[in-house]
């Protein structure tokens, strides 16, 4: 960035983005610091990395949220790359609550949950014991038209088991295999 202020190149927001991408977590956010500074508000893109970032290194699931509430408070609409850090973090974080709120923001907002947050929030729930949450999350999974793998099965199986309902979870398994649902390599 130095080296383009020097040959009075000014910075744009691609550029900052592909430098957030490239460098340390506290170095992103002296580089959000300074994009404001520049008057150019960080986008989508270099939000998610930001979140990201604090996710990697085990910042506090909050963090991740104010960052997704910032994003919305600008009309900035998060994708499903930001959801998902999000719900990860508050996975994380054992707040599968706000996890649940989250994926139905998504919903709201016509953003498409993929497998993963489905699959995050199950694990999350039957880890809790809400076995009755992760058999509904992957029965909504199927009716998004997203297709349930192992993992998802799995988690949500390994749920059922946990309850006592090992007939539930033989009846699960069963129906994973009917579904085709393919070995993991």
Request: charged letters at 20%.
């Amino acid at each position: 960035m130095e080296h383009m202020r020097r040959g009075l190149v000014r910075p744009d927001a691609v550029t900052y983005e592909a430098v957030l991408k490239a460098t340390t977590w506290t170095l992103a956010l002296e580089i959000i610091g300074e994009m404001r500074r520049e008057s150019f508000e960080p986008g989508i893109v270099a939000c998610t990395t930001i979140m990201k970032k604090a996710s990697l290194h085990d910042c506090p699931w909050s963090l991740t949220l104010s960052m997704l509430h910032e994003l919305r408070q600008r009309a900035v609409q998060p994708d499903s790359a930001a959801y998902d850090v999000a719900i990860r973090d508050c996975t994380r974080g054992h707040q599968w609550q706000m996890a649940l709120s989250l994926l139905r923001m998504m919903q709201q907002e016509g953003v498409q949950p993929h497998l993963k947050c489905w699959t995050t929030i199950s694990d999350t729930c039957g880890r809790v014991s809400l076995w009755e949450i992760a058999m509904d999350l992957l029965e909504q999974m199927r009716a998004s038209c997203v297709s349930p793998d192992r993992v998802s099965y799995g988690v949500v199986i390994d749920s059922c088991q946990r309850a006592g309902h090992q007939q539930l979870a033989i009846e699960l398994y069963h129906e994973m295999q009917r579904a085709g649902v393919p070995q993991m390599q």
